[in-house]
């Protein structure tokens, strides 16, 4: 490699790796608790409760709605989901005449319509997700660390670029314990960057699709599903809807062998004007992060169509566990957490480097 090029390659990784160093230091530092969120939420929050009529009939869906409606008056519906380990509805609802975002959610025991407590993350956890995902400001913070992302993606790769002419003269993975300290955490940064360089890749790669759920999903609403309403006026009135849980046996039928997640209203984000977005997800490991949702008319509850999710949605679906290394149970979350660590430490050898350098230089 001509020395030009090799001057190109270490300005690309130095001033790629300078500007996203303090934010990606405190993605990893929030990602590695968000990585055991599932386990520290149960560890932290766990409340007994048993059912009011554990083996008792279920109310129907209509039925969970409107007890849960009742207890809102002035909100409808937007979202409907379902806990798998207990006999519990969640009803998100909001405001038409309210603030924009302001959801209320409440949780039904649909053996008996009364509320349940709450499956909520402890407060820490969900202040260190929100710090993690968007730093409080919403798309704009989404949107900014998702560049700092691609600037992760690029120090990873010139850094892999110059591995290979800055170290031609010794074999692989070589560290000079002898020489300064300057020299061994050189040794260590560029050999521990090396190792984890596909896993960094991996990690960068899904956080930055993260950061473009927004986006996405508003662009796979005007787009993919645009089609579908071209034989509607208006929404249907919500009080002349069909009957959610009518629509659901519908969607099961023609989705079966899958399990349903969550149900989304007319007008949300997740369906159309016209519709009940009805989701299910498959069972095995991967399968259970890919969506596949049924749109009932909520007019007449008959089926629509069966809308399977484009690419750029399953992307961003299985990104989601990806990163986090939801995938493998809790071993893989360990491996997820060890390269967390060891990702720190690449982060802030090689800010000592810079800052050494620049000290020798004055």
Known sequence: MKSGTIRAWAWTHKWSSLISTAFLLMLCLTGLPLVFSHELNELLMDEPWAPTRADGH???????????LARRPGEVAAFMSFDEDRPVVNVTSI????PTGRYSFQPIDQTSGEPAPAVAGHPV??????L????????PGMLFLGAMGLLLIVATVSGVVLYAPFMRRL???????????????????????????AWVLVVGGTGVVNTLATPILEFWKNDALKTLTTAYDTPAPTGQRASLDQA?????????GMTLQFVAFPGTDYSTDHHYAVFFHGETSLTRH??????????????????????????????QPLHFGDYGGMGLKIVWGVLDLITIVILGSGLYLWLARSRRRS
């Open 171 to 197: 074999p692989f993975g070589t560290l000079r314990i002898e020489k300064a300290a300057r020299t061994r955490w050189l040794d260590w940064h560029n050999l521990l960057g090396v190792v984890t360089a």
């Open 248 to 256: 659901v046996e519908k969607a099961k039928a023609a989705l079966p």
């Open 58 to 68: 279920r109310l129907n869906l209509d039925q969970v709605l409107d007890a849960a």
């Open 125 to 130: 956890l969900e202040f260190l997700l929100q």
């Open 132 to 139: 993690h995902t968007e730093m409080f400001l919403g798309l």
């Open 95 to 98: 405001d038409p005449n309210g």
């Open 290 to 319: 890919l969506t596949t949702p049924a749109l009932i008319d909520a007019r007449t509850g008959e089926l629509s169509a069966l809308a399977p999710t484009p690419w750029y949605v399953k992307a961003l679906s299985l990104s």
